[in-house]
């Protein structure tokens, strides 16, 4: 009886809100699916994550400040010969989405420190950020600074929305595929985005959207890219539009789309299913391989 009743006024909720609200924020392609109890619990789901979220983002305004985790004591001596580094050594850089920080991490750092990656490293990036290609210089240099301190000559990247984007370009047209073995993108407007339109004013926003400069860029011929990349994308994401602008469409990149169904934007970085998807991603390059492209969370 409370599901029905919530129901009811989520449906409402368009004939209630005054009609600049709707210009201002029009409504998305999969709204008149509302009455499906898969997105109703998507809904609920993403308020609460929100809510969880406020709490946190106070905790990740700072900085991260990168330091090394304890050498492992193997017994060798010092003259001894040692291994290659596995893959469990090669850092992750995790780089939230728009108007976010690094708190939106906090469970998958968990996930993936408890599966034995050593080298986790957030990067905070200006919520007055401008520019992409900006942003993708920078995450350039952490990267750098990340792998000179850690030794090694690679590193993952996990992205979030606008995340995943600064991520690509960086490898796309910055040269990082130099650097980067894998980019894993959550819930990334990889062919821009039409939602939104009042938020238009904002640069970035702009280089989102379908048709734009940057978008443009992406989509032009990358041969030689050595970068494998990793897109989940969800079937009730309300920031894409349309849905499949998620995936990574581009005949020279080396590209594995993965549907999440069941659960929305906000959703993608802290859902346990995802958080496997994107651990097997960058521990085992076969993992997907075989795999239908699908993750059922519903």
């Not at 201002?24 to 619990?41: C, D, I, R, V």
């Not at 734009?212 to 079937?235: Q, Y």
Request: net charge neutral; aromatic share 4%; proline share 8%.
């Amino acid at each position: 009886m409370e599901a029905a009743r919530i129901l009811k006024i989520l449906k409402a909720l368009p004939l209630l809100l005054p009609a600049w609200t709707q210009r201002l924020w029009p409504p998305h392609p999969w709204l008149p699916l509302l009455s499906s109890s898969a997105l109703l619990k998507a809904t609920a789901l993403e308020l609460a994550i929100l809510t969880g979220h406020v709490l946190l983002y106070p905790s990740g305004i700072v900085q991260e400040r990168f330091t090394l985790p304890p050498a492992e004591d193997d017994g060798a001596d010092e003259d001894t010969p040692r291994l290659p580094a596995g893959r469990h050594d090669r850092p992750v850089v995790l780089l939230h989405g728009f108007i976010d920080n690094r708190s939106v991490f906090v469970l998958l750092r968990r996930t993936l420190a408890k599966h034995g990656r050593r080298h986790l490293a957030s990067l905070n990036y200006s919520p007055l950020t401008c520019d992409i290609r900006e942003a993708a210089r920078l995450l350039g240099a952490h990267v750098e600074e990340l792998c000179e301190r850690t030794g090694q000559q690679e590193v993952d990247i996990v992205g979030h929305s606008l995340g995943g984007l600064i991520a690509r370009y960086y490898v796309q047209c910055q040269g990082g595929d130099a650097r980067v073995r894998t980019l894993v993108t959550l819930g990334t407007p990889h062919g821009g985005t039409r939602v939104v339109p009042a938020m238009n004013a904002h640069p970035i926003v702009r280089q989102m959207r379908p048709g734009s400069e940057l978008i443009a860029e992406l989509a032009a011929p990358a041969p030689g890219c050595r970068t494998r990349f990793v897109s989940f994308w969800s079937d009730l994401d309300q920031l894409m539009a349309p849905l499949e602008t998620a995936c990574v469409d581009h005949p020279d990149l080396l590209a594995h789309n993965v549907r999440v169904t069941g659960i929305g934007h906000l959703a993608l970085p802290v859902h346990p299913a995802v958080a496997t998807g994107i651990r097997q991603a960058i521990d085992d390059e076969t993992a997907l391989a075989g795999t239908s492209g699908a993750v059922s969370v519903a």
